[in-house]
């Protein structure tokens, strides 16, 4: 039933945001497509939690399709002139379209929470002071019911339903898998200095930084060489991550030996450093063990120094595992070298002949190489 006013949210659309969208509200990153090898990022990234409908369809529109374009660049006013039922929906089935049949590594099941978070903020959007006015108002609420209305009809297909089941496999089991190679680690190890860090790239580079490009870096960044940070280290977790503020990014947990010399925070001042060596000065590092010590407070972050017995920390390190596990990104399907959906998880490659991985004697993740494997192969 349509909505009589902006003041009277539809239960319809409150039931599909509250059953699609609201599990994954902590998300912070939804990544579109991938074309060529440039990240094209909409949804929470774009516009933040005050995003609306229009300011998403005029975010696909300049990058999608060049009918859409002339007429939604103009804003607001453009928007509402060129009917904004008929073209939205003609937009939003194409986006499906597309993304179901030609972008393989794209996620259908991305594309409909995202939908539903442009329905949940728009909500909010019209029914705040200052809203449109009420005859306009009524216009949004009978496209917010029906857009309702082809969510819950694409929610229904089998082809979602098996991908969404699939999808929360998937996760279900990387998520699984890393908790076992975290437990494992800490088994054979005790007590380890856990560094975690984001590195990038500066603004100036950002959008000009190809995912290719990027991981090229990353490569480099973590292969063992004379006068790099790597001493001492036992494992490491990371993620590949896009959005519209950062670019291209990789989120990084790292695992040393206590031996290392040096507090943790400078251990990660001197990754972030190599970091900026090996992108030619335009990459930046974001070094989280700088904020556990920050005002002289040690804040139990689940970083530093940290033993197999020490619970809080622990958890904490498992809650960071969890969150890297998020749903949402889904651009590693298309780079050969990462093929899961889900954070991956490896050691620097190591030169020397083949020998049994440690990491096997361990009972460590026999998909995740230990440090002290000489297997060389591709990370």
Known sequence: MPLENVDSPSHEIAKAHTAFALAD???????SEVDGNRIRVIGDDFGGPEATIEQFVIECSHH????YRSSFSNGFTEWEACSPLTRYFSLMNWLLETYSEERRYSSRVTLFYRCCFAVGYDIGFFNRPGAPSSQLGKCRADLFNELTAMLKREAQKRSFINEQERSGQSRKKTLQDLLDYEEALFAAHFHMTVIEMELGYQDQYKQSVTTNEATGHFELFLKRRHGSPWEG????IYKLGAGKQKGVYFRLLAF?????????????TDMGMYWSVITGQKGWADNFNLRKHANGVELLMGIGL??????????????TIRNMCGMGQYVQRSLPRYG????SSGR??????DRFSLGQRNGLNPSVRDTNSNRREPI
């Open 25 to 31: 509200l902590e998300r912070n990153t939804w990544t």
């Open 64 to 67: 999608h399709s060049a009918p």
């Open 233 to 236: 280290l036992k494992g490491h």
């Open 256 to 268: 040393f030996d206590t031996s290392r010399t040096g507090m943790d925070h400078a251990i990660g």
């Open 306 to 319: 940290i033993n197999h017995s020490d619970v809080g920390p622990r958890e904490h390190l498992q809650a």
């Open 340 to 343: 899961a959906a889900c954070p």
């Open 348 to 353: 620097p490659l190591v030169g020397g002949r």
